[in-house]
């Protein structure tokens, strides 16, 4: 008990130190997020996969392996047949980064259905570190917890990879 007050504590802090503009504009983005509905930036009512992938490494390698296994799938399953959920946090937020060099692989990737979540866990932290929120990618969806949306994701069924 103590110690999940502790971490409220926390978490509140770390919103705090967020500007005011920034907070409003998360809230904003959150208020529609509905943990219950898997898929819901890009639905897929004929998929016959589903597929969660785990981007917590600040190495482009990684990325750019990520992005490799992502168009994989589409090529070999179809566009219409697999919903694929990238699932960023910790410093494999930077993946999702306004100025990241992936930038245009995941606008091509979004264009054919692919979900790219970004964890605000970890904004927060960044922004405790830095005084200001990340500036992400338009396609980046933000979630609460990247942790947390890969829990519920593998709760319906999704397929867990990590490159």
């Known amino acids: 008990m103590r110690i999940s007050r502790i971490f409220g504590a926390l978490a509140l802090l770390a919103a705090l130190a967020a500007p005011a503009a920034a907070r409003a504009d998360d809230r904003s983005m ?4 509905d943990f219950a509905k898997p898929g819901f930036a890009h639905p897929h009512p004929f998929a016959i996969a589903h597929a969660v992938i785990q981007v917590s490494s600040g190495s482009p390698a990684v990325w750019t392996q990520t992005l490799n296994n992502v168009t ?3 090529q070999n399953l179809g566009t219409d047949k697999v919903q694929i959920v990238v699932v960023a946090y910790g410093p494999g ?3 999702l980064f306004r100025d990241s060099i992936m930038a245009r692989r995941i606008a091509s990737l979004d264009s054919q259905g692919v979900e790219f979540d970004a964890c605000h866990n970890t904004m927060l932290a960044m922004a405790k570190m830095t005084g200001h929120l990340p500036a992400l990618l338009p396609q980046a969806v933000v979630v609460p917890g990247g942790v947390i949306r890969i829990m519920q994701l593998e709760q319906h069924g999704f397929d867990y ?3």
Not at 30 to 33: A, N, R, T, V
């Open 93 to 95: 937020l930077m993946m």
């Open 30 to 33: 959150l208020k529609s997020f």
């Open 161 to 163: 990879l990590k490159p």
């Open 72 to 74: 994989n799938m589409l």
